[in-house]
């Protein structure tokens, strides 16, 4: 069972920055990563994975603001939020399940590994 434990989210104006990190304990090379987030009366939704091999996927409404990466090594993905519009204001989780294929396959595959989450409020 993998452990995920989630750090760095805040309060923050809009066209701010934040920097979320997961960090992982157990076995998670072989596994996707990934970044979810639920706003208060709306459905937890993907904001970004990462694969084994570092292949990224982005939603639409994050990308070229978001970037999600991982560092094997530390056990840690992180999620570098610039620009940040009041709508990104959800919980944010952290994600973990092991990888059996590839291209689409982290972005769309169902989670069973969650952290606790971390807030991020933006504000005007």
């Known amino acids: 069972q993998v452990q995920l434990v989630e750090s760095g989210g805040g309060s923050v104006q809009a066209g701010g920055s934040l920097r979320l990190s997961c960090t992982a304990s157990?076995?998670?090379?072989?596994?996707?990563m990934a970044w979810f987030r639920q706003a208060p009366g709306k459905q937890r939704e993907v904001v970004a994975s990462?694969?084994?091999?570092?292949?990224?996927i982005y939603a639409d409404s994050v990308k070229g603001r978001f970037t999600i990466s991982r560092d094997n090594a530390k056990n840690e993905v992180v999620l570098q939020m610039n620009s940040l519009k009041l709508e990104d204001t959800a919980m944010y989780y952290c994600?973990?399940?092991?990888?059996?294929?590839?291209?689409?396959?982290?972005?769309?595959?169902?989670?069973?590994?969650w952290g606790q989450g971390t807030q991020v409020t933006v504000s005007s």
């Open positions: 994600a973990a399940a092991p990888q059996y294929s590839s291209g689409t396959y982290c972005y769309t595959r169902t989670y069973h590994n």
């Open positions: 990462v694969d084994s091999f570092g292949s990224r």
């Open positions: 157990g076995y998670t090379v072989l596994f996707c």
